[in-house]
């Protein structure tokens, strides 16, 4: 099992920027696929962002792609996800995921992830 420690969440003004962290351990972090995801209150769970364990093609829905960079730092054993351009309707919390996978792809569905961190809140107001 991962464990999972996220931070840099809180309150931005629409068009602002926020840089989310998320640090692993338990496991070889470069043999970790590694996924942000969010929930806003009375929505379902949906993917923002996976990253592959070499950071190989990340995977964005077309509602963040241009806004939203995912990247990882093995070394500090990090995945980050830069926000820019936030908009009211980024407002949720954000759960960082984490599953072994050695393939040079990562998972779009949260079915696939076994290890969750304690989420953090994005609220971002007009």
């Known amino acids: 099992q991962v464990q999972l420690v996220e931070s840099g969440g809180g309150l931005v003004q629409a068009g602002g920027s926020l840089k989310l962290s998320c640090t692993a351990s338990?496991?070889?972090?470069?043999?970790?696929?590694m996924a942000w995801f969010r929930q806003a209150p009375g929505k379902e769970r949906e993917v923002v962002s996976c990253?592959?364990?070499?950071?190989?093609?990340?995977y964005y829905p077309d509602s963040v792609t241009g806004r939203f960079t995912i990247s990882r730092d093995n070394a500090k054993s990090t995945v980050y996800l830069q926000m820019n351009s936030l908009a009211p309707e980024d407002t949720a919390m954000y759960y960082c995921?984490?599953?072994?996978?050695?393939?040079?792809?990562?998972?779009?569905?949260?079915?696939?992830?076994?290890?969750w961190g304690q989420g953090t809140q994005v609220t971002v107001s007009s």
């Open positions: 995921a984490a599953v072994k996978n050695l393939g040079p792809w990562c998972y779009r569905s949260q079915y696939e992830y076994d290890s």
């Open positions: 338990g496991l070889p972090f470069g043999d970790l696929t």
């Open positions: 990253i592959s364990r070499s950071g190989a093609n990340p």
